[in-house]
């Protein structure tokens, strides 16, 4: 039934593509020319705020908030823009069951908001969209199991209890084990459709799910073939993702047929020893019949993150790529200061790389059916880290051209740590979405405020910047 319902909206989505010329809508208010410099501050609630802040002893908030993940324009109204949370509030713990997560909201249920911007620049929540499994009932924000991607993270409660499937009775092995939820997500690629449907990717399998315009899911693609729900599949290759560096961006061409997604860093294939390189790799999956292809992304150094990505044209999209520093130093304080954090968008042109499934298989390069393209014996990754990009090209294998169109930085002496929302407003201006982690963070495992300087706690500001994002 899940199969029957994502076709029909799919051939929805078809019949509305044949009027879709770009991915941009002309803005049909001045918001995008008064907008403040500063940025303006999304609204939030409090999710609880009887915890006590690790560093201050005193009680902190976890704020809802969280809409930082993923941002896209709403394609049926200029002036609205979606957004993404992740899993919800969660920090690197170790407890009595092993290394895993605190989740000091564990019920919390990942969702889409819709917010709107006033002519003043202001912006507000017109909706929550709680992201919902097929049959209806919510979805969590905790690990799948293995089967499905999962890297062995236990759940914790912030009192480094363990969230159970029954948090009432002890903990059993058979009876009452840690709970994991094979539908939970952490949500970070966003795209809106123009019949009111969604795609989200995530950094769990890594998934593509699709939710019907209530946040239903309707569909499924991941790289999982034993995976039931899945409609399509992604390579096998994208198994090896990075623990919570997965398919961090998602975009979709103008004519709503093909998804591209990007992965946030370089993945652990064929192992842990290849994750500290530069190549990165985007998939784009075709909708009206499964296929895929895959290019390679180069990053400017090593461990960096790939936090979105967003659609220009059928082919030129634009990229987030950034490092993990405070400008201004952030929770560490002034002394820990980063004049030199990266928070760059560039523009790249899918034309321009080389299409990994193009490449022909010789003496030297093969394929394989768990780790994809093999150069020398070796994966992608190990090749380039041991050999360079250089040589790589020399058999024939390029990344994608890019060009640096925005340096956050410089534009707006961006404070936040986190770059992970794209909107594209028209050919000149562009909205960027800080993740603010629900204002929480942690220090060796306990829970803080979080903050970007003594006196000022993270929170998700939308930024506007005028900038050619076409490179006319």
Known sequence: ???????????????????????????????????????????????????????????????????????????????????????????????????GKSFPVASYTPRIGLFEVAEDGSVSKVKSILLKRPEGSLISGLPNTSALGGTGETPYHADGKPVLVNDNKPY??????????????????????????????????????????????????????????????????????????????????????????????????????AQKGTLTRIVTVNLTNGQTEQYLYRQEKSENSNSEISTLTANTFLVIERDGAFLFGGPDGESKAKPNAQKHIYRIDLRTGTSLSSVAESSSIKRDKSHGLMVDGLTLEQFVNQNGWEALAVKGINPVSKTLVVDMVKAASYPHDKMEGLWVIDEHHLGVLNDDDFATWSTKGKLEQKHLDKNTVDSNRLYIIKADLMGN
């Open 1 to 99: 039934m899940t199969s029957k319902i994502w076709l029909a909206s799919l051939v929805s989505v078809g019949v509305l593509s044949g009027c879709a010329s770009n991915s941009m809508t002309t803005p049909t208010s001045s918001f995008t020319e008064s907008f403040p410099m500063q940025g303006s501050e999304l609204p939030y609630s409090v999710l609880r705020d009887d915890l006590i802040d690790g560093k201050t002893n005193q009680p902190f908030e976890i704020r809802n908030g969280g809409f930082g993940s993923a941002m896209t324009a709403n394609p049926n109204q200029a002036n609205q823009f979606y957004a993404l949370t992740d899993r919800g509030p969660n920090a690197n713990y170790s407890g009595d069951y092993g290394k």
């Open 172 to 273: 059993d092995k058979t009876t009452n084990p840690i709970k994991l939820d094979d539908y939970g997500l952490d949500g970070e690629g966003l795209v809106a459709l123009k019949d009111g449907t969604f795609w989200v990717s995530d950094e769990y399998g890594p998934h593509i799910v699709h939710f019907d315009s209530n946040g239903v899911e309707i569909g499924r693609i991941n790289a999982f073939k034993d995976d039931a729900r899945d409609v399509y599949h992604l390579p096998a290759v994208f198994q090896h993702r990075r623990a919570n560096r997965g398919m961090e961006g998602l975009a979709i061409t103008p004519d709503e047929t093909t998804l591209v997604g990007i992965m946030q860093s370089t993945m652990q294939n064929p192992d842990k020893a």
